[in-house]
């Protein structure tokens, strides 16, 4: 497995605070603004960053995502570009993990050999692939697996004991946990269900449990992060990018700026994450 991923989770550990993960949309609204975002997010407290490829049917994404989405693809982005946009974001930082994450359709369209060997070029860590189940795992995760990318799995509130085992099989990197089922960017679920989700996944797996979908404030980092071992934004931070656009969604001064001042609020919730656990 890359070597980012595994010494950052571990440093982390060893600081005793959770991972903040944090998502935006490749190419949205536009390269140079997408670039200089992902510049921004580890300066502004990013532990990970998750890069989203555009894609034109995301079935899984709330409203806020899949508007970004088309803003990129309307801006011209494509799946060559997003591994480019890695590149670029590689020329200065050499330490933070990236997660490409999206639909197989894309990947499977560029060619998986070709895509992977261009990925692990590019510098990119972990996959996720949200419409590929452990069933479909010789069309990209074995391979990617091979190739030392790292292929995380979501696991939902409805994987139960029975299932979990399956999906965590060719898990590595971490497990993103769905706190809750339905599309990104809903309502916060409760931080005791989180916790005792976390656990039941840690009987199966010696990999960090990072939760997602619903984390919108540093308060709601704080509390995620006193039992998860990473917390992943990405609706919050999408939004974010949108509210600072023109109204033909162009960026704005603000645009990078924005951000990198959202993540360094929720940055600090993640710090303080622990304290709250150990009081």
Do not use: W
């Amino acid at each position: 497995m890359t070597a980012r991923m595994d010494k950052r989770f571990a440093a982390l550990k060893a600081e005793g605070r959770p991972a903040l993960v944090t998502y935006f949309m490749g190419g949205d609204p536009d390269y140079e603004t997408s670039l200089g975002i992902m510049k921004a997010l580890p300066e502004a407290g990013a532990d990970v960053i998750e890069l989203g490829m555009p894609f034109s049917d995301p079935m899984a994404d709330g409203p806020a995502i899949q508007l970004a989405g088309q803003r990129a693809l309307k801006a011209g982005q494509t799946l060559k570009k997003t591994l480019q946009l890695a590149a670029d974001f590689r020329k200065v930082d050499a330490d933070t993990p990236i997660v490409m994450m999206g639909y197989y359709n894309p990947i499977y369209i560029y060619g998986v050999e070709k895509f992977l060997d261009d990925a692990l070029a590019a510098g990119i860590d972990g996959l996720i692939v949200v419409d590929l189940p452990p069933e479909m795992d010789d069309e990209l995760c074995i391979p990617a697996i091979r190739k030392g990318i790292n292929f995380i799995r979501l696991a939902t509130p409805t994987t139960d004991d029975k299932r979990l085992p399956t999906v965590l099989k060719n898990t590595t990197g971490f497990v993103y946990y769905v706190s809750m089922n339905g599309i990104t960017g809903s309502a916060l679920p409760d931080p005791s269900l989180v916790s005792g989700a976390v656990e039941r996944i840690k009987q199966h797996t010696e990999l960090p449990v990072c939760v997602g979908f619903g984390v919108k404030t540093a308060e709601h980092a704080k509390l995620i992060g006193a039992s998860a071992d990473g917390v992943v934004v990405g609706t919050a931070i999408v939004n974010q990018i949108a509210t600072s656009l023109t109204k033909d969604g162009k960026a704005t001064a603000d645009t990078i700026q924005a951000v990198a001042t959202l993540v360094r609020g929720l940055s600090t919730g993640t710090r303080s994450a622990r304290l709250v656990a150990a009081e």
